[in-house]
């Protein structure tokens, strides 16, 4: 089986770019953990696991995303804490 290809909304872009800022500010190097925490669960969402949003290992964020046919797109990586009915015009 091929992974499907992977896509990011800009604003889920902007969603892990603003996170790693939090992060990198808290602890040299939790950004970059919280980035790889990120690609591990896009890798597993890739792989075929049948989800439509994960929880992060070590961090306390949720990768949305939907699926389509030949692809999967993030649609928001958040906070767990945070409303996630905000995000549904994007995708």
């Known amino acids: 089986m091929n ?7 800009p604003e889920a ?5 603003s996170a790693f800022l939090y992060y990198e500010r808290q602890q040299a190097g939790l ?8 690609q591990d669960q896009v890798t597993r969402i890739q792989n075929g ?11 306390p964020c949720v990768v949305y995303y939907r ?4 692809q999967i797109v993030v649609i928001a990586v958040q906070h767990g804490s945070r409303d996630w009915s905000h ?4 995708g």
């Open 13 to 17: 872009r902007d969603d892990i770019d």
């Open 49 to 59: 696991q049948d989800v439509r949003a994960v929880c992060l290992r070590r961090f």
């Open 31 to 38: 950004g970059y953990r919280f980035s790889r925490a990120v």
């Open 3 to 9: 992974p499907f290809a992977v896509v990011f909304l």
């Open 67 to 70: 699926t389509g046919a030949e």
């Open 87 to 90: 995000w549904l015009p994007r």
